[in-house]
């Protein structure tokens, strides 16, 4: 099956900073998208990006389809940027990675 | 509009009893799938169901069934609770449900299971 790797495991930024965030999946997906999971736990939509690149406000991805990954840029990090990042791809199913857990200090 | 909704938010059970969790998806949504997420990893795909029907089942064990009804909402079913069956789960809604493609998802808040 379908295998979703997330890179760092782990980030820490201060305030302002721009940071990078790497996905790689093993094989031929048709959805791609990624998360931002809140203290509470739900998953919050950043970007469905099966291909291609997107932006929204100071987050940005690309994802080639070709080569199998996905980046997601945060540009400017604030606070309220802490939290877990998970990246998801697949078919019928989406295939998780262990995400990024980014903490941003003030 | 709503957002996919789930309920109940928190529940506490005990080894050995059954649990129901239920699930409203985004209004125009077809698809339901089902996710389990344990502390510290990512979600795990449970079920998938389209137009009422399952498309998809992840690896978990039959203790787990789920059904979709002809207004789209889901529920979740675990009899015989075990302890590691203590999760966060999560329910996401689409527009579509193609084997070959369930396009983007949407989560619900999920609902906090506690084994005793």
């Known amino acids: 099956g379908i295998q979703v790797e997330q890179s760092p495991p782990d980030l820490i930024l201060q305030e302002g900073a721009n940071s990078t965030l790497r996905c790689n999946f093993s094989d031929s997906v048709n959805n791609l998208q990624w998360f931002h999971q809140n203290p509470w736990g739900q998953l919050i939509n950043l970007f469905y990006?099966?291909?291609g690149t997107k932006q929204n406000g100071r987050l940005s991805a690309t994802t080639v389809a070709t080569e199998r990954y996905s980046l997601l840029y945060i540009s400017s990090s604030q606070t309220t940027d802490s939290g877990v990042y998970f990246c998801a791809a697949g078919t019928y199913k989406y295939i998780f990675g262990t995400g990024t857990r980014l903490k941003v200090l003030a | 509009d709503a957002g996919v909704t789930q309920s109940p938010t928190h529940l506490i059970k005990t080894r050995g009893q059954h649990v129901t969790l239920r699930c409203s998806p985004i209004?125009?949504?077809?698809?339901v799938s089902w996710y389990q997420q344990v502390l510290g990893q990512g979600p795990q795909f449970i079920f998938q169901y389209y137009e009422k029907e399952e498309r998809g089942r992840g690896n978990f064990p039959d203790r787990f069934s789920a059904r979709q009804f002809p207004n789209y909402s889901s529920e979740l079913n675990v009899n015989a609770l075990l302890l590691g069956d203590s999760a966060l789960y999560l329910c996401?809604?689409?527009?579509?449900?193609?084997?070959?493609?369930?396009?983007?998802?949407?989560f619900g808040e999920g609902s906090r299971l506690t084994v005793l």
């Open positions: 996401a809604s689409s527009f579509v449900g193609e084997p070959w493609n369930t396009g983007e998802l949407f």
């Open positions: 990006i099966p291909s």
């Open positions: 209004s125009g949504h077809k698809s």
